[in-house]
């Protein structure tokens, strides 16, 4: 059960939080890498979390085919059942030759693996990129520019704002 009365943050251990201009520019760090690996057809975002990121990517790439394959697990920091909420268009199935061969998938993080396994089954033979990855999801990523430990929370600049912080002599951490 979810002890509510918990932070994501205390819940996870450590915080990792990723402003605008970060995200931005490992995004770009990530397409440095990304351009050695291609020329990719299509790029394919698992939504919500690698639409920012596909955009980035497909922007410095020149890569204007995009789908989405929508997946979502989490409820704040717990994870539960995998749910596919929006399939792989059937004309993007066909550009990689209904195994991804030449597309390129695209997602925020890599964390328990669960989520990047089942696009995987997906396309085996596309090319899976994060921008952050954890070390039990790390194995089924083939490029990710940042490593985090396993008990660390990422927050995202779309999930977080701007607010007061207290002082370290007043007792901040
Ligand atoms: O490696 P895993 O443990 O499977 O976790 C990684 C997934 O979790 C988050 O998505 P989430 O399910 O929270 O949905 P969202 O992208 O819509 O925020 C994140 O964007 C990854 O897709
Ligand atoms: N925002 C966010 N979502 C996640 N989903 C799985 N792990 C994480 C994480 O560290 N941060
Ligand atoms: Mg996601």
Redesign the pocket.
Same mark, same amino acid.
């Given at each position: 059960m979810t002890d509510k009365t918990l932070t994501a943050e205390e819940r996870a251990g450590r915080a990792f939080p990723v402003s605008w201009d970060q995200f931005h520019r490992d995004c770009r760090a990530l397409t440095w890498r990304l351009n050695e690996v291609g020329p990719f057809a299509a790029i394919i975002a698992? =939504?919500?979390?690698?639409l920012v990121p596909a955009a980035i990517v497909a922007r410095e790439l020149g890569v204007r085919v995009i789908d989405t394959v929508g997946?979502?697990?989490?409820d704040h920091t717990r994870?539960g059942e995998l749910n596919i909420l929006k399939a792989i268009s059937e004309d993007t199935l066909k550009l990689g030759g209904g195994t991804g061969k030449g597309l390129l998938i695209v997602?925020?993080?890599?964390?328990?693996?669960? =989520?990047?396994q089942l696009v995987r089954e997906m396309l085996p033979d596309a090319h899976f990129a994060t921008v952050y990855a954890k070390p039990k999801?790390r194995p089924l990523v083939d490029t990710f520019i940042t490593e985090v430990s396993q008990d660390t929370w990422i927050f995202f600049p779309w999930d977080t704002a701007l607010s007061f912080a207290p002082p370290l002599r007043d007792g901040a951490a």
């Open positions: 698992i =939504t919500r979390g690698g997946i979502a697990s989490y994870q997602d925020d993080l890599v964390d328990t693996g669960k =989520t990047a999801g």
